[in-house]
């Protein structure tokens, strides 16, 4: 009988990690297009203020409390994805210098320290979530609770990916890969 995924089975070597992986599979998937979506929207938004400004001599009165909380929504789903592929500001001076049986074990130890630190980050965000619901933004009718909601769900993101660097399961992908010719994955 055919897996009908193979490509889980080079990465995990139990059931519970392969149904991990795939959970954080459609998680990465969504908060990557999230990103583009998030990223985009921004970007048009700032030059639609920037042509009603300068050209039409008007402004978009939301324009920069909605830009900002796109950027925040940006870099907070984006976090996550540097963390599952370890692009942090780091400084491994004294860690080179270990053999690399104890440098794993010292990423693993950081791992679950950078959890604990954000299970915390994610248990401070409800409540920073629920003390904001009723403040509503100065230009447009919602809650600025919004943005803790980013800090949030990034905290929990990050946290499936220090698991993941716990157990030693090696991340998929969350870009798609490329489905036609010429095209780079």
């Known amino acids: 009988m055919k897996p009908r995924a193979p490509w889980l089975e080079a990465h995990a070597s139990s059931s519970i990690q392969r149904r991990f992986l795939v959970m954080m599979l459609a998680i990465d998937r969504t908060s990557y ?10 970007t048009l938004l700032v030059a639609a203020q920037v042509f009603a400004r300068y050209i039409l001599g008007t402004s978009i009165d939301s324009a920069d409390e ?11 789903l984006a ?27 010292l990423a693993r130890l950081m791992a679950l320290a950078s959890a604990l630190v954000m299970a915390a980050l994610f248990w401070l965000s409800l409540g920073a979530i629920g003390d904001k619901w009723q403040q509503l933004m100065p230009t447009i009718p919602v809650t600025a609770a919004v943005f803790y909601i980013a800090v949030l769900i990034s905290a929990g993101h990050s946290l499936l990916h220090l698991i993941a660097q716990i ?7 969350s870009a798609p890969a490329a489905s036609r010719e010429g095209e780079t994955s």
């Open 167 to 173: 157990w030693q399961v090696e991340p998929l992908p």
């Open 79 to 105: 976090i996550p994805h540097g963390i599952k592929i370890g692009i942090h500001v780091g400084i491994d001076a004294l860690a080179g210098l270990l053999p690399v049986n104890a440098q794993k074990q």
């Open 33 to 42: 297009y999230l990103v583009i979506l998030t990223m985009g929207l921004m």
């Open 66 to 76: 909605l830009s900002r909380l796109f950027f925040v929504w940006t870099i907070f």
